[in-house]
């Protein structure tokens, strides 16, 4: 199995126990939410039910991802998961700026819950979603997934969700209960700039965003020391990069002795290519270009 291949197997997993938590957390707001006439409660189920949709975009994304180029596809499916990605992000505004509507109908005419079972369901919830965030955040920078870094993100905004919601079903028990919605308030506008952040991210990997300079740095590094090696004259011009999805693109430009022959820069090629995948076990494609010096 490739690096790319085990990256996609990790997005995978990190998105199947997203779906399964969302789906358990969301039942449980939702019933408790109606049951205790807690309205930030089941808001709040609203907001997990959606994580659960998002997490479902994040699997289908990198299931595609997976799919080998193609004739129509030649340098693979991998921004699949850029796609999903954004989708994720867009999702996560989208829910920020419902939840602020819903927080301003309700400054309206506020309800206080009848027990405090909402708000015992409501502090839980904040501690699950912040494991899943803190899971996910680090499997997604392990692998280098935006979609599932999006999908990590959209665990932290329920979870602050859930403190408005704990906020304003405290506030409600004692006596105040504009303090639910406006608590909700605060954290959907939060809500809403997280995934505006996020959708400006899946918007520059799909516009083939560079990696990361440290990344480029040792590509350049690799390529000086095989350089190093060669018994004629070459010398490195340039090193450029793409990030699509788990995977990178590299173009190196070399230099080289006019005299060569094909077989002598061939061999050069084979070394780079060799040594750059060594190395970086997500350089899914190396090109290299010679030119005369």
Same mark, same amino acid.
């Given at each position: ?5 085990? #990256? ?11 779906? &399964? ?6 039942? =449980? ?45 030649? &340098? ?6 850029? =796609? ?21 109908? #309700? =400054? ?26 803190? &899971? ?37 028990? =004692?006596? &105040? ?64 990069? #793409? ?34 995948? #060594? ?15």
């Amino acid at each position: 199995m490739s690096g790319v291949e085990e #990256r996609l197997q990790e997005v995978r997993r990190g998105a199947l126990i997203g779906i &399964y938590g969302n789906i358990l957390l969301s039942v =449980l707001k939702i019933a408790i939410g109606h049951i205790a006439s807690s309205w930030a409660l089941v808001s709040d189920g609203v907001h997990s039910l959606g994580d659960t949709v998002s997490s479902v975009m994040v699997l289908l994304g990198a299931k595609v991802a997976r799919k080998p180029p193609d004739a129509r596809h030649m &340098y693979g499916h991998y921004k699949a998961e850029a =796609l999903a990605g954004l989708g994720v992000s867009m999702m996560v505004t989208f829910t920020g700026l419902l939840l602020l509507w819903e927080s301003l109908m #309700r =400054l309206r005419n506020p309800e206080p819950p009848t027990s405090t079972l909402p708000l015992v369901v409501a502090l839980g919830t904040v501690a699950a979603k912040e494991g899943m965030y803190r &899971y996910t955040l680090r499997l997604a920078e392990r692998v280098g997934s935006s979609a599932l870094k999006a999908d990590a993100k959209h665990h932290r905004s329920d979870a602050l969700s859930s403190v408005a919601a704990s906020v304003g079903i405290a506030g409600a028990l =004692l006596g &105040y209960p504009w303090a639910d919605p406006g608590a909700a308030l605060v954290v959907s506008l939060m809500i809403a700039h997280m995934g505006l952040e996020l959708c400006w991210e899946s918007v520059h990997e799909l516009m083939d965003v560079a990696p990361e300079d440290e990344l480029l740095e040792r590509v350049h590094e690799i390529v000086e020391n095989t350089l190093q090696d060669v018994d004629f004259d070459v010398e490195l011009i340039a090193v450029r990069g #793409r990030k699509m999805g788990p995977a990178y693109h590299f173009d190196v430009f070399v230099a080289a002795d006019p005299e060569a022959r094909l077989r002598e820069l061939d061999t050069v090629r084979k070394r780079i290519v060799e040594g750059i995948r #060594r190395e970086i076990s997500a350089a899914e494609l190396v090109t290299v270009e010679f030119v005369p010096m």
